[in-house]
C-alpha cells in the first residue's frame, strides 16, 4: 500500500516562528503536493513538486516556501508564522504515467497547525 | 476556468437510507478525469474512484454508486442502505487530462454526511 506520513499530527507554534512540515512517501512517486485545508474552502493547493529540486506554485503560496532534495521527501515551510496561517495541512503524492493517463493522489493523515 | 460544486454542505440521514451525493463541474477540456474522495473523522483523505471523461458508464461497487453525465456536467455519488461509518466528508475533485500542470485537482468544498442510526 502507498503510505503518506506527515511528522506531527498537531502542531503549536507562535506567530513569527519558522516552521517546518515534513512528509514523506514510500512509493517511488513523482509528484508531491501541499494542500491547506480549513473549514467551508474545502482543499486549496499551495506547491507541488513533479521531481527533486523542481517546485511549482499552487493557488495560495503566499508566505510558504518549500522543499524537495529527495523524491520521497517534500517540505512545507512557513518563514514566519502568523494566526491566518491556523489550518489543517495534508500532503499528498501521485505516481506519473504520462499525459495519456492520470493518476490518483495519495493523501497522508494531515497535521493540524495552531499558530498563536 | 475549472471549477466543482457541491451544493451540499451537510446532510443527515438515519441508517440504512439511500443518500446521494451531487457534484457539478466546469471545465473547458474535452478531456478530463473526475474523483471522490472520503474523509472520515481521523482526517486521512481516502481515493474512492476515479473516472475519465470518456466513459459515461455508471459503476457500482458494493454499496457506492457513481452516475457521469456529461450531458449536466454532474457526477453523482450514492451510498445505499448507509451505515454509521459512512459518516465522513466527502470531497469530488476534477483534474485536466494533459497536465501541464501534472494533473493538479481542482476539489469541491466538501459535503459532510452524517448518518445517525
Same mark, same amino acid.
Given at each position: 500500500?502507498?503510505?503518506?506520513?506527515?511528522?506531527?499530527?498537531?502542531?503549536?507554534?507562535?506567530?513569527?516562528?519558522?516552521?517546518?512540515?515534513?512528509?514523506?512517501?514510500?512509493?517511488?512517486?513523482?509528484?508531491?503536493?501541499?494542500?491547506?485545508?480549513?473549514?467551508?474552502?474545502?482543499?486549496?493547493?499551495?506547491?507541488?513538486?513533479?521531481?527533486?529540486?523542481?517546485?511549482?506554485?499552487?493557488?495560495?503560496?503566499?508566505?510558504?516556501?518549500?522543499?524537495?532534495?529527495?523524491?520521497?521527501?517534500?517540505?512545507?515551510?512557513?518563514?514566519?508564522?502568523?494566526?491566518?496561517?491556523?489550518?489543517?495541512?495534508?500532503?499528498?503524492?501521485?505516481?506519473?504515467?504520462?499525459?495519456?493517463?492520470?493518476?490518483?493522489?495519495?493523501?497522508?493523515?494531515?497535521?493540524?497547525?495552531?499558530?498563536? | 476556468?475549472?471549477?466543482?460544486?457541491?451544493?451540499?454542505?451537510?446532510?443527515?440521514?438515519?441508517?440504512?437510507?439511500?443518500?446521494?451525493?451531487?457534484?457539478?463541474?466546469?471545465?473547458? $477540456?474535452?478531456?478530463? %478525469?473526475?474523483?471522490?474522495?472520503?474523509?472520515?473523522?481521523? +482526517?486521512?483523505?481516502?481515493? &474512492? *474512484?476515479?473516472?475519465?471523461?470518456?466513459?459515461?458508464?455508471?459503476?457500482?461497487?458494493?454499496?457506492?454508486?457513481?452516475?457521469?453525465?456529461?450531458?449536466?456536467?454532474?457526477?453523482?455519488?450514492?451510498?445505499?442502505?448507509?451505515?454509521?461509518? $459512512?459518516?465522513?466528508? %466527502?470531497?469530488?475533485?476534477?483534474?485536466?487530462?494533459?497536465? +501541464?500542470?501534472?494533473?493538479? &485537482? *481542482?476539489?469541491?468544498?466538501?459535503?459532510?454526511?452524517?448518518?445517525?442510526?
Amino acid at each position: 500500500d502507498v503510505k503518506v506520513t506527515q511528522s506531527s499530527r498537531y502542531l503549536v507554534k507562535r506567530t513569527g516562528e519558522k516552521v517546518f512540515l515534513e512528509c514523506v512517501q514510500d512509493m517511488d512517486h513523482e509528484n508531491m503536493f501541499w494542500y491547506r485545508q480549513d473549514p467551508g474552502l474545502g482543499l486549496r493547493l499551495i506547491y507541488f513538486s513533479y521531481d527533486v529540486k523542481m517546485k511549482e506554485k499552487g493557488d495560495i503560496p503566499e508566505g510558504y516556501s518549500v522543499s524537495r532534495e529527495k523524491k520521497e521527501r517534500f517540505s512545507l515551510i512557513l518563514e514566519s508564522a502568523s494566526t491566518n496561517q491556523t489550518s489543517m495541512y495534508l500532503c499528498a503524492s501521485s505516481p506519473y504515467r504520462g499525459q495519456e493517463y492520470y493518476n490518483e493522489q495519495f493523501f497522508g493523515p494531515g497535521t493540524r497547525l495552531t499558530v498563536l | 476556468a475549472q471549477k466543482v460544486t457541491q451544493a451540499q454542505t451537510e446532510i443527515s440521514v438515519v441508517e440504512k437510507e439511500d443518500v446521494t451525493l451531487d457534484c457539478v463541474y466546469e471545465t473547458r $477540456d474535452t478531456t478530463y %478525469y473526475l474523483f471522490w474522495y472520503k474523509q472520515p473523522p481521523s +482526517g486521512e483523505l481516502v481515493f &474512492l *474512484i476515479r473516472r475519465n471523461s470518456f466513459d459515461e458508464q455508471n459503476e457500482i461497487s458494493g454499496r457506492y454508486s457513481w452516475n457521469f453525465q456529461k450531458s449536466t456536467s454532474s457526477f453523482n455519488f450514492t451510498i445505499t442502505a448507509s451505515q454509521v461509518v $459512512d459518516s465522513a466528508v %466527502y470531497f469530488c475533485a476534477l483534474s485536466d487530462y494533459y497536465g +501541464g500542470s501534472q494533473g493538479n &485537482l *481542482i476539489f469541491g468544498k466538501g459535503t459532510k454526511l452524517s448518518v445517525k442510526p
